[in-house]
């Protein structure tokens, strides 16, 4: 019986790849994102605030505003419009956005310590800049379709059921009139256009005889004016306000809403990354969270408007007048009562150039991420 050797097999030939282990790397991996987006949608509290501010309050008051309309369409103006988009983003969708991403912030910051797992995340041998920087598109996966969704119910409702006429100084005139059609329209209808419109000058103007006059006129009536002073005076007064006239309008244009948009989604980012950096330096979140608020309702708005001497350089570092600076010009300036739109308000902020409020906000995006980063580094597990 012939046995036959068995050879040694070919050590050359077999490759046995060793998996690589990604853990020491400080990019964070896409499994490592989407269980920091799992972590923030599970807290149904913070979720429902988050979808109550940037829908639930706009989607009621333009509910309201249309039921109103539909039964009472003489004592209730149309829902939509250009007006009511400009008071929406003002006020609802870019401070308490900013308010609500902060907060998520703050929460994805401080949740591994308040939950007690950052050691157990340490101890799987993650980098903990990984760790950290995971939170950044996992949080902004969450905070930003939610902001992009209530902004788009926002603008397709100011749309589609913006008003027909224009109403102008509260008289209700046709909407996108050239200067001609606007005096011509005047000299119809003068006794609107001198009890209402306001008039600058020292020349006497006719007065009807059942108004104030324009700029609203007190004191003795002056003698009844003929047919033709008054539409002369209508044309005087008509050229005057026909700039203002044409910064009303019956909808917000495209181009408008695209930049409010963009603008709306940067100032959310802002406060995400704001507060999750605070709240990771801090260790905790009640104070954080605090310490957003009176940046945003408190601190903002004396700032960006308040000249304070030796300290002007001081406030343009503020992320808030840097936005304001760059805010879509029709929009009414947020933290100035300036509801007319047009930029007009922004001569009343804190002089700052357009390249210097870009440099701020980058910078304090970089800032609080690096801060935040590095206070996650250095932190006892």
Same mark, same amino acid.
């Given at each position: 019986?012939?046995?036959?050797?068995?050879?040694?097999?070919?050590?050359?030939?077999?490759?046995?790849?060793?998996?690589?282990?990604?853990? @020491?790397?400080?990019?964070?991996?896409?499994?490592?994102?989407?269980?920091?987006?799992?972590? +923030?949608?599970?807290?149904?509290?913070?979720?429902?605030? %988050?979808?109550?501010?940037?829908?639930?309050?706009?989607?009621?008051? +333009?509910?309201?505003?249309?039921? !109103?309309?539909?039964?009472?369409?003489?004592? #209730?103006?149309?829902?939509?419009?250009?007006?009511? /988009?400009?008071?929406?983003? !003002?006020?609802?969708? #870019?401070? /308490?956005?900013?308010?609500?991403?902060?907060?998520?912030?703050?929460?994805?910051?401080?949740?591994?310590?308040?939950?007690?797992?950052?050691?157990?995340?340490?101890?799987? @041998?993650?980098?903990?800049?990984?760790? #950290?920087? !995971?939170?950044?598109?996992?949080?902004?996966? $969450?905070?930003?379709?939610?902001?992009?969704? @209530?902004?788009?119910?926002?603008?397709?409702?100011?749309?589609?059921?913006?008003?027909?006429?224009?109403?102008?100084?509260?008289?209700?005139?046709?909407?996108?009139?050239? %200067?001609?059609?606007?005096?011509?329209?005047?000299?119809?209808?003068?006794?609107?256009?001198?009890?209402? /419109?306001?008039?600058?000058?020292?020349?006497?103007?006719?007065?009807?005889?059942?108004?104030?006059?324009?700029?609203?006129?007190?004191?003795?009536?002056?003698?009844?004016?003929?047919?033709?002073? %008054?539409?002369?005076?209508?044309?005087?007064?008509?050229?005057?306000?026909?700039?203002? #006239?044409?910064?009303?309008?019956?909808?917000?244009?495209?181009?408008?809403?695209?930049?409010? *948009?963009?603008?709306?989604?940067?100032?959310?980012?802002?406060?995400?990354?704001?507060?999750? *950096?605070?709240?990771?330096?801090?260790?905790?979140?009640?104070?954080? $969270?605090?310490?957003?608020?009176? +940046?945003?309702?408190?601190?903002?708005?004396?700032?960006?408007?308040?000249?304070?001497?030796?300290?002007?350089? /001081?406030?343009? *570092?503020?992320?808030?007048? !840097?936005?304001?600076?760059?805010?879509?010009?029709?929009?009414? +300036?947020?933290?100035?009562?300036?509801?007319?739109?047009?930029?007009? @308000?922004?001569?009343?902020?804190?002089?700052?150039?357009?390249?210097?409020?870009?440099?701020?906000?980058?910078?304090? %995006?970089?800032?609080?991420?690096?801060? *935040?980063?590095?206070?996650?580094?250095?932190?006892?597990?």
């Amino acid at each position: 019986m012939t046995t036959t050797p068995i050879a040694p097999p070919d050590r050359t030939s077999v490759v046995i790849s060793a998996p690589t282990d990604h853990r @020491g790397s400080w990019l964070p991996t896409l499994s490592l994102i989407t269980t920091r987006m799992m972590e +923030l949608r599970k807290r149904r509290g913070l979720m429902i605030a %988050l979808l109550v501010v940037n829908i639930g309050i706009p989607a009621t008051f +333009l509910i309201v505003r249309l039921v !109103a309309h539909a039964v009472a369409p003489r004592s #209730y103006g149309p829902a939509g419009g250009y007006s009511v /988009f400009t008071g929406l983003v !003002a006020v609802i969708l #870019y401070v /308490f956005g900013f308010i609500v991403a902060a907060v998520v912030g703050c929460s994805a910051g401080s949740t591994d310590l308040t939950d007690g797992m950052f050691r157990h995340l340490v101890v799987t @041998g993650r980098s903990r800049v990984a760790l #950290y920087l !995971a939170r950044i598109p996992a949080g902004l996966a $969450v905070v930003l379709p939610i902001v992009a969704a @209530g902004f788009i119910l926002v603008c397709a409702v100011c749309v589609f059921a913006a008003p027909t006429k224009d109403s102008y100084d509260g008289v209700t005139l046709p909407a996108g009139l050239t %200067l001609s059609g606007f005096e011509q329209w005047a000299t119809a209808h003068p006794d609107e256009v001198l009890c209402n /419109f306001s008039y600058f000058g020292s020349a006497a103007m006719a007065v009807p005889s059942n108004c104030a006059g324009p700029g609203g006129f007190k004191g003795t009536p002056p003698p009844p004016p003929t047919a033709a002073s %008054l539409r002369a005076s209508a044309i005087v007064v008509a050229q005057q306000n026909y700039l203002s #006239y044409t910064n009303t309008f019956l909808k917000p244009a495209n181009s408008l809403m695209i930049a409010t *948009g963009l603008w709306l989604l940067l100032e959310a980012t802002i406060g995400f990354i704001v507060g999750l *950096g605070l709240s990771s330096l801090l260790g905790q979140r009640t104070i954080a $969270v605090v310490l957003m608020i009176v +940046l945003e309702i408190i601190l903002t708005p004396i700032f960006s408007r308040s000249r304070i001497p030796h300290l002007i350089n /001081f406030q343009r *570092g503020f992320v808030g007048l !840097a936005m304001a600076h760059i805010e879509p010009p029709a929009l009414p +300036l947020v933290f100035g009562g300036d509801m007319n739109g047009g930029g007009a @308000g922004a001569l009343r902020l804190v002089p700052e150039s357009t390249e210097v409020a870009i440099i701020v906000i980058v910078a304090w %995006l970089v800032f609080w991420t690096v801060i *935040g980063g590095w206070r996650m580094m250095t932190r006892d597990a």
